[in-house]
T-cell receptor, first 112, second 116 residues
């Protein structure tokens, strides 16, 4: 049930771009993206609700292909503050309410 | 105020102890959650409360007992835990995930629990 993310880890220099992929074996209602810095709480980045939808948040954007059950997070011109672990989250049916299941995570390290 | 406050930040307890974790939010959210997170792993959902009622229990052992006294507070009572229960326990809240939508969740900083 848990979405699989790739790559597991990536190291960038400031200003470089990165793509993080999230793939699910289950049909997706939506995809959420969170970032968690070391020792801190996960922070919501964005949610994508429709197949083929794209969203942007500063220099971070994402796409969601409902048919392929995949989402990708694009980080452009990375900054030191982008470092952290990125999790996608997918909604699956939990009976009376859906539940959010986090993906395996991608550790991103941005170096000067 | 977009904060979820968890206390304590750190907790060390023996296997025979009884302790409680507390979580508080004042955003008017009617859904609250407990997640467990092991090192270098994603958060794992434990419980979901919707309008103060338990709506999801992810087959969590009975040594973990959640409680939602009111719409702002969420507790997790711990009893007879095992060393493998040591983890970061995260509380989160959101607007009620009615229907097929799971709204943005706000997370607390977590309680780092060590069972000895």
């Amino acid at each position: 049930q848990q979405p699989v993310q790739s790559p597991q880890a990536v190291i960038l220099r400031e200003g470089e771009d990165a793509v993080i992929n999230c793939s699910s074996s289950k049909a997706l209602y939506s995809v959420h993206w969170y970032r968690q810095k070391h020792g801190e709480a996960p922070v919501f980045l964005m949610i994508l609700l429709k197949g083929g939808e794209q969203k942007g948040h500063e220099k971070i954007s994402a796409s969601f292909n409902e048919k392929k059950q995949q989402s990708s997070l694009y980080l452009t011109a990375s900054q030191l503050s982008y470092s952290g672990t990125y999790f996608c989250g997918t909604e699956i049916s939990g009976g009376a309410t859906n539940k959010l299941i986090f993906g395996t995570g991608t550790l991103l390290a941005v170096q000067p | 105020d977009t904060e979820v406050t968890q206390t304590p930040k750190h907790l060390v307890m023996g296997m025979t102890n009884k302790k409680s974790l507390k979580c508080e939010q004042h955003m008017g959210h009617r859904a609250m959650y407990w997640y467990k997170q092991k090192a270098k792993k994603p958060p794992e959902l434990m419980f979901v409360y919707s309008y103060e009622k338990l709506s999801i229990n992810e087959s969590v052992p009975s040594r973990f007992s959640p409680e939602c006294p009111n719409s702002s507070l969420l507790n997790l009572h711990l009893h007879a835990l095992q060393p493998e229960d040591s983890a970061l326990y995260l509380c989160a809240s959101s607007q009620d995930p009615a229907g097929t939508r799971w709204p943005e969740a706000f997370f607390g900083q977590g309680t780092r629990l060590t069972v000895v």
